[in-house]
């Protein structure tokens, strides 16, 4: 097995663990029966931390086009460290109030589930390509790197900016 095929395949087992996990705490395990006001919060701390991985991602492309590195390396881990925070945060809200229902009716329920449904799927395929876009960073195969990230950049970005959207939907018409 090449040193790739065991990376790839790396990145593929700890991506579907941490999908299996999520699948798990937000469809089958039951919410905590304890919590404070602050779970209350954490709904728009995950959008502000969506957005702000957002202006990260579009700050770090617009670092690297300019040939300044050292500036795209901190915003990109920057922007790793507040999509960790979002899950983290993420988390914490599902373990602790459980799923949350969009109450809407109408075509504004179609326009959500169509954002919520492509922000699922392709939060599925951001994980992996975020590991190992960051992997071949971190290896100096720049080439590797900059091949995913042509991928990873348009879908992190979709992905950040849709559960912004996500969190103003909920907010707007539940």
Known sequence: M???SKTYLSIGVLSAAIFAFLF????FKETATTSGDWVTYLPATNATLNAITAILLI???QFIKNGQRSAHIKTMLTAVATSGLFLISYVLYHHYHGDTKFLAEGNIRYVYFF???SHILLSMVQVPLIFAT???????NFTKHKKFA?????IWLYVSVTGVLIYAFLKVFN
Request: no cysteine; net charge positive.
């Open 2 to 4: 090449s040193k790739d």
């Open 24 to 27: 798990w705490l937000i469809y």
């Open 59 to 61: 700050l770090g492309f």
């Open 115 to 117: 954002i919520l449904i």
């Open 134 to 140: 960051l992997w071949f960073a971190f290896k100096q």
């Open 150 to 154: 042509r991928w990873t950049f348009p």
